[in-house]
């Protein structure tokens, strides 16, 4: 019944969005990847989750929060507010809503990015052979321990590498969908607390450029196979950790204040 609630428009928007940036980054590059000799060219370095020249690879990942709440963020929030959510609490059990609810914010959230980022790397499969990045031969980008988190498996199994770099961006895309649904048992503004993140992030990227942390905590950078700035990867264990406990005890304590209101 949950699948049926959802605004199909803002799914399209939001996928097709996501598809439009990746597959642009892709087209644009095209070009360049036509004129040259294949074999001085890797997909795995070429790929949107690698590139740090392209603004449009660095817009995908700052537009990326938004891009995975517009699917379901809002649909709590407007059953509760047109009391659609009460029938449905006469029809169907307690859990089967949360569950509804939440795993269809869950999954969209975390395909609606990660999709087009499996897509944008295909794209470059297909058209470059499929060799295995070498610092010498492909120096068109810098891919250091710096810069890249577990830099050792991205010579030495590339494509596992960038899979986990798209598995990541899944499970944030889901959390951040499941924390502004959550949110939405405490405001009736839940995007109001989501762009405050927004924001966060962007001035994240601002004291990255002061120089002023060690490392960079934007997820913006982590959260790229390779950043253009000092990346860890406890870092990144950190933050998913502290979201995943924030989304979960938001979503646990805001709803059983629901239920016993």
């Not at 809503?97 to 499996?118: A, H, K, N, Q, T």
């Not at 052979?129 to 891919?143: G, I």
């Not at 770099?165 to 502004?180: K, N, Q, Y």
């Not at 962007?202 to 905590?217: E, F």
Request: charged share 10%; net charge positive.
């Amino acid at each position: 019944m949950i699948w049926h609630r959802l605004n199909r428009r803002w799914l399209m928007v939001a996928f097709g969005l996501a598809v439009s940036v990746a597959m642009g980054q892709f087209l644009q590059k095209l070009p360049r990847l036509v004129g040259h000799n294949p074999f001085f060219l890797s997909p795995y370095t070429e790929w949107l989750g690698i590139d740090n020249f392209s603004a449009l690879a660095m817009a995908y990942y700052l537009l990326l929060p938004l891009l995975a709440v517009l699917p379901v963020g809002s649909l709590l929030q407007q059953d509760l507010r047109n009391g659609f959510h009460y029938q449905l609490r006469m029809k169907r059990s307690v859990k089967t809503i949360f569950r509804g609810y939440f795993g269809w914010s869950f999954i969209l959230g975390g395909l609606v990015v990660s999709g087009p980022l499996v897509m944008n790397l295909l794209a470059y499969l297909l058209v470059l052979p499929n060799l295995q990045p070498d610092n010498l031969l492909h120096s068109n980008v810098l891919v250091i321990q710096d810069n890249t988190i577990n830099v050792g498996l991205f010579y030495a199994h590339p494509f596992w590498h960038a899979m986990l770099s798209i598995g990541m961006v899944f499970v944030w895309g889901a959390l951040l969908s499941c924390l502004v649904t959550g949110l939405s048992f405490f405001t009736t503004k839940p995007f109001v607390a989501f762009s405050s993140m927004v924001f966060g992030q962007i001035g994240l990227l601002m004291v990255d450029n002061l120089n002023w942390l060690p490392h960079s905590l934007a997820p913006a950078n982590l959260l790229k196979e390779s950043a253009s700035a000092s990346v860890t990867g406890s870092a990144l264990v950190v933050l998913t950790l502290g979201l995943g406990v924030v989304t979960f005890g938001l979503m646990t304590v805001g709803w059983r204040r629901y239920l016993y209101a």
